[in-house]
C-alpha cells in the first residue's frame, strides 16, 4: 500500500472535490520508468533488499518524478516476496557472539597493550568453535533485518500494467481517508457483497429509483427494482462518532471488487490529514468521486455466473424451452436483492412479465450442510416475500416447521425442477 | 425455532439480536441498520439492565488470572494512596503522578489486584518496549510460573490475556477483540481525546480503566503536545464531545511535581568533542555543500522566509529541478556526517577510555547503529530489533554482561537504563526533546556518581549548528521549566 507521502504529491483538489493524477498507460516517460523499473526488480532477484534500495536510490538521482518512482517502486515491492535462510539462527548467533565478545573488554580496530584483541580475532574463534567459516558468520549476523533479506521473486506486470495498478493502488490510497462511501451498482450483486462481508464493512442499501430527487441522481435504465442499488457503506462505530477513518482500510480494499461490476458509480468522504507540521489546509470532507470512465483495472477474480450445476441447467434448460413466442417471461440471474437488516438476501433468478412487468423471485435449495440450510431458512423467514418461490431438492432434509414460516411458496422436487410446475408457481406469486 | 434474546459485541459496539425496534431499550442505543446498538463503552451501565430482562450476555470474553507481583520493590506510600483511590473509584479513573514517580509500578499493582485479562495501551514502541520488559519482570503467576506478555504493533502481532499495544495499533486491536479485556491502561493519558484515539475507548467494553499521565489536561481536551509519530488520523476533525472522564472516569489521585523531591535525578557534565572529516570526505562534503548553500543563498530564501525558509526550500523540492538537486545534495552531505570515519575513531579511544563503565552509543540512522555493532560486537537496538531481544539486550547491559550497546534513537522516551554512566552522542536530530530524554536517561537515580554525556560532532560542518540549536532549545527549555 502506498504511504501518504507517495500519495499527497499525486492528488489535486478544489471546490469540496478531491481526485487523484492517474498516470497515462500510453505516456512514453512513464512507460519507460515502468519499464526500467520492472526490469531493476527482475535484475535483483536473488540479491539483497538494501542493494535494490541503493539501485533505487541510484536510479531516481536527482529527478523530480521521485514520488512516481517511489510509488511504481512501492507498487512493485508490495507484489514481492523477500526471504532469508541463514544457516544459523541470527538472534542465537548474536546473544553468543556479543556475549563471548564483551567478555572480551571493547574490541577494538587497532590494539595497544591494554586492548589487545580485535573484532575478527572473536569472529574467528567463534566459527572454529562453531565449524563455520568466519564468512558464513559474517553473513548470519544480521539476516534477519530487512536489507539484508533476499529478493526472491517480482510479480510479473508489464510496464503498462504496473501504470494501472499503481492508478489503483493511489485511488484506494485516498480512500484510506475515507469516512464513508457511497456506491451505485446496477450488476454484479453477488461479488459486490460477498466483498462487503469479507472487508467486514457495513452497508445500507436502497433501490435506485428515477434519476431525478435521488441524491446520487445516476440510476440508469428502468426505474424501479431494475435501476440498480444505492449502497452506504461504514463499520460499526461510524454512528456514533463524528466522520472516522477507521473503515477507510476496508474500503480501500473493496474498491477492486466495485470495478468488477459493469454498471457502477462511487463516491466518497476524504478526510486528508494535513502532513506532520503543517497547518490543515481543509476543513471538513472532501469528495471523490469514481465511475468505469476513471480507467481502474481490478486485479480481483470475478465469479461465475452461476454458483451450482443445478442453477446453469436450470437456466439452460428454461432457455431451451421457452423461446420466442413461448416466452411470456424473462428470466435474469440475481438481479434483485432483498435487505434483510444488516445482511441481505441475493435470489438465484428473477423472473419478470414480458408485457406486464409482474414479477416473482426464485431461490434454489440444494444439497448443503445442516447449517448452511438452517441459515438459509432463517433468511428465507426474515425475507418474508410471498414472490418469493423456493426449490427445494428432496433430499434436502428439512421439515415442513422449517418451511412454516416462509411467505412465499415451496416447490419440491427429485432430480431436476419441472419447469411447468415452476412456471405455475410464478404466475401465482408474481407481483 | 429458538431465538433468545442475546447482547453480544461486534465491531467495538453492543448489539441486540432478536430485539425490534418497538423494544424498550437503553437510551445508549440507537437504531442502526436493522439492530439496537451502542458504542461498547456503555457496557457496564447496561449489564444490570441486561440481567433484568433475560437477555443472554455473550459479551465478556475475558479471563480470569491468577497473578502475583514478582516485583520486590516496596510501593512508597503515595502508589499505595494512589491504588486504593482508584480501587474505590470501582477501578476507574486516572492518576496523575510526576515523570519518574512509578507510575508503572502502579499499573502492576492495579493488575495484579484486579486479576483479569488486561491491555495497556503505550503512546510509542520505544514505551511499549518498556512496558513489555515491566510486565514480563513485575507479574508472575500465582504458582510462580513465568507469565508470557502478549506484544501488538506493527512488527509483532502475539495476543495474551496481559498484552501490550500502542495508542495507533489499539483501535484495530479493540474492535476485533476489544472485549476479552476487562482493565485498560492508558499511559500518557492525555494523548486519548485526539479523536482517532478516543475511539479506542469508546469501543472498548471493559468495565475497569485506569488513565497515566504526568499531564492531565486542564481544560481544553484538544490542546495536547504532538506526539513523535505523525498525527493522529482525524485529528483535525471537529472535537467530539467526550470528555478523558467519560471515557476513563474521573482523576482519582494526583501527586503533584514539587511535592516528590528532584533528588533521584544525578548530576552530570556535557563534553563535546570535535573530529575532522578526512581528505576525501571533506572534499565530498563541500561538493555537496556547495550545490546546497548555492541554492539558498542565491535565493535569498532565510532573507525572504525567515524561520519559515525551511520549509519553502523542502516545498519548492518537489516541483523544482535546483531545489531539489540541493535537496539530494544536503541528502548526501548528511549522510557523509553521519558516517564520517572520524567519529568511529573517537569512538573506539572512548571506547578504550571507558572500558570499566557502561556506555551507551547514539546514532542519528541505524545504518551507522549496526555499522558499530559489526565494528565492535556489540548488540544494537533499532526500530527493527524485536520485544524479545531488546528486552534481553538491556537485561544483559544491566547485570554487566554487556559493556555497551548501540541503538538508533529508539530509546527515546523516558526509557529506563539506569546503569547507564557514559552516554556517547554520534549524531541526531536537534529536537530538543530527545537531546533532553538523552541526558535525562543515562541519570536517572544515579546515587552520587557523576554521569558523562559526549557529544561528537564533526568540525565544520552542518553539524555544529545542529548541536548548537540543541543545546540552545535545552536551555530554553530549562528556563521555562524554572519560571512554573
Known amino acids: ?431 | 425455532m429458538n431465538q433468545d434474546k442475546q447482547c453480544r459485541f461486534h465491531g467495538g459496539t453492543l448489539v441486540l439480536e432478536e430485539l425490534d425496534r418497538a423494544a424498550s431499550v437503553p437510551r445508549c442505543f440507537q437504531w442502526v441498520k436493522g439492530k439496537w446498538r451502542c458504542p461498547a463503552l456503555h457496557y457496564p451501565e447496561i449489564q444490570p439492565w441486561l440481567r433484568e430482562q433475560d437477555i443472554a450476555d455473550t459479551v465478556p470474553r475475558w479471563k480470569r488470572l491468577k497473578l502475583a507481583s514478582a516485583d520486590d520493590r516496596q510501593p512508597h506510600d503515595y502508589q499505595q494512596e494512589a491504588l486504593r483511590a482508584w480501587f474505590e473509584a470501582r477501578g476507574r479513573g486516572s492518576i496523575v503522578l510526576p515523570t519518574g514517580a512509578g507510575k508503572t509500578f502502579v499499573a502492576l499493582q492495579a493488575i495484579t489486584h484486579l486479576g483479569r485479562s488486561s491491555l495497556v495501551v503505550a503512546p510509542t514502541i520505544d514505551l511499549l518496549h518498556q512496558w513489555y520488559t515491566r510486565l514480563m519482570d513485575g507479574l508472575q503467576e500465582e504458582t510462580g510460573q513465568k507469565l508470557e506478555v502478549g506484544v501488538w504493533y506493527g512488527l509483532e502481532k502475539e495476543l495474551r490475556p496481559i498484552t501490550v499495544t500502542t495508542y495507533h495499533s489499539a483501535g484495530d486491536l479493540v474492535a476485533e477483540v476489544g472485549n476479552t479485556f476487562k482493565l485498560l491502561v492508558f499511559d500518557e493519558v492525555h494523548h486519548l481525546p485526539a479523536p482517532a484515539w478516543r475511539e479506542i475507548a469508546l469501543m472498548s467494553p471493559a468495565p475497569h480503566r485506569l488513565g497515566l499521565t504526568a499531564t492531565y489536561p486542564e481544560t481544553n481536551p484538544n490542546d495536547q503536545t504532538p506526539m513523535s509519530q505523525q498525527p493522529a488520523p482525524g485529528w483535525d476533525l471537529a472535537p467530539h464531545q467526550r470528555s478523558l472522564e467519560e471515557l476513563i472516569g474521573p482523576v482519582v489521585y494526583v501527586k503533584n511535581i514539587d511535592e516528590l523531591t528532584g533528588r533521584q535525578l544525578a548530576e552530570y557534565r556535557t563534553e563535546r568533542i570535535r573530529v575532522d572529516l578526512t581528505l576525501k570526505e571533506r572534499a565530498a562534503y563541500d561538493a555537496e555543500h556547495a550545490v546546497y548553500a548555492a541554492y539558498y543563498r542565491e535565493h535569498k530564501l532565510r532573507e525572504s522566509y525567515g524561520p519559515g525558509w525551511w520549509g519553502e526550500y523542502t516545498r519548492r523540492s518537489a516541483y523544482d529541478a535546483e531545489a531539489r538537486r540541493a535537496k539530494v545534495a544536503e541528502r548526501r552531505l548528511k549522510r557523509i556526517v553521519a558516517n564520517a570515519q572520524g567519529k568511529l575513531e573517537k569512538l573506539e579511544s572512548l571506547l578504550k577510555e571507558h572500558a570499566r563503565q557502561r556506555v551507551l552509543i547514539f546514532t542519528a540512522h541505524n545504518d551507522l547503529a549496526y555499522r558499530i555493532s559489526r565494528r565492535h560486537l556489540i548488540p544494537a537496538i533499532t526500530h527493527q530489533t524485536r520485544a524479545a531481544e531488546r528486552k534481553a539486550i538491556l537485561e544483559g547491559f544491566r547485570s554487566g554482561s554487556y559493556q555497551a550497546i548501540v541503538t538508533s534513537r529508539v530509546l527515546n522516551e523516558g526509557v529506563d537504563v539506569p546503569e547507564a554512566k557514559v552516554a556517547l552522542v554520534l549524531g541526531g536530530t536537534a529536537s530538543a526533546r530527545e537531546y533532553i530524554q538523552r541526558l535525562g536517561r543515562i541519570l536517572r537515580k544515579q546515587g552520587n556518581k557523576t554521569a558523562l554525556l559526549y557529544e561528537i560532532i564533526v568540525r565544520g560542518t552542518i553539524e555544529e549548528g545542529i548541536s548548537y540549536r540543541r543545546r540552545r532549545k535545552v536551555e530554553y527549555k530549562v528556563r521555562e521549566d524554572a519560571d512554573c
Open chain 1, 1 to 431: 500500500m502506498l504511504t501518504a507521502d507517495l500519495i499527497r504529491p499525486r492528488l489535486g483538489w478544489g471546490r469540496g472535490k478531491v481526485w487523484t493524477r492517474p498516470l497515462g498507460v500510453r505516456d512514453e516517460r512513464t512507460l519507460k520508468m515502468a519499464a526500467d523499473l520492472t526490469a531493476l526488480y527482475r535484475d535483483h532477484v536473488g540479491r539483497k533488499r538494501g542493494e535494490l534500495e541503493e539501485a533505487l536510490s541510484d536510479y531516481e538521482g536527482e529527478s523530480l518524478d521521485y514520488p512516481v518512482i517511489r510509488g511504481l517502486a512501492k507498487t512493485l515491492s508490495d507484489g514481492c516476496c523477500f526471504a532469508s535462510q541463514p544457516p544459523l539462527e541470527p538472534g542465537a548467533l548474536r546473544e553468543h557472539l556479543f556475549l563471548r565478545a564483551a567478555e572480551r573488554g571493547p574490541l577494538v580496530a587497532h590494539p595497544d597493550l591494554l586492548h589487545r584483541t580485535t573484532r575478527d580475532q572473536v569472529i574467528a574463534e567463534a566459527a572454529a568453535e562453531l565449524d563455520l567459516t568466519t564468512q558464513t558468520i559474517e553473513e548470519s549476523l544480521y539476516a534477519d533485518l530487512n536489507e539484508e533479506q533476499v529478493l526472491q521473486e517480482t510479480p510479473q506486470l508489464s510496464p503498462r500494467e504496473l501504470i494501472e495498478r499503481y492508478n489503483l493502488e493511489l485511488a484506494r490510497g485516498l480512500l484510506y481517508w475515507a469516512s464513508e462511501m457511497r456506491i451505485f451498482v446496477g450488476d454484479g450483486y453477488k461479488d459486490v457483497f460477498k466483498f462487503i462481508k469479507l472487508f467486514k464493512l457495513m452497508h445500507t442499501i436502497r433501490e435506485a429509483r428515477d434519476a431525478g430527487g435521488e441524491p446520487f441522481g445516476f440510476a440508469q435504465g428502468r426505474p424501479g427494482r431494475m435501476g440498480g442499488y444505492e449502497i452506504t457503506l461504514d463499520g460499526p462505530i461510524s454512528p456514533f462518532v463524528q466522520a472516522t477513518i477507521r473503515y477507510g482500510r476496508q474500503m480501500a480494499k473493496f474498491l477492486p471488487a466495485l470495478l468488477l461490476c459493469r454498471n457502477w458509480k462511487m463516491e466518497a468522504d476524504i478526510h486528508i490529514p494535513s502532513p506532520p507540521g503543517m497547518r490543515d489546509a481543509q476543513k471538513g470532507p472532501l469528495l471523490y468521486r469514481l465511475d468505469p470512465r476513471s480507467g481502474l483495472r481490478s486485479h480481483y477474480q470475478a465469479s461465475g455466473p452461476f454458483d451450482s450445476k443445478l442453477e446453469e441447467d436450470f437456466a439452460a434448460e428454461f432457455e431451451a424451452k421457452y423461446r420466442r413466442a413461448k416466452r411470456q417471461w424473462e428470466l435474469r440471474r440475481e438481479d434483485e436483492i432483498i435487505p434483510l437488516g444488516d445482511t441481505v438476501m441475493i435470489p438465484d433468478f428473477s423472473f419478470t412479465h414480458i408485457k406486464d412487468g409482474r414479477r416473482a423471485l426464485l431461490e434454489i435449495v440444494g444439497f448443503w450442510h445442516p447449517n448452511y440450510l438452517k441459515r438459509k431458512f432463517e433468511k428465507l423467514r426474515q425475507a418474508g416475500r410471498k414472490d418469493l418461490i423456493v426449490l427445494i431438492y428432496e433430499g434436502v432434509k428439512c421439515s415442513q416447521e422449517d418451511l412454516a414460516e416462509v411467505s412465499g411458496e415451496a416447490l419440491f422436487f427429485k432430480n431436476k425442477p419441472v419447469l411447468k410446475r415452476v412456471l405455475e408457481a410464478v404466475e401465482r406469486c408474481a407481483v
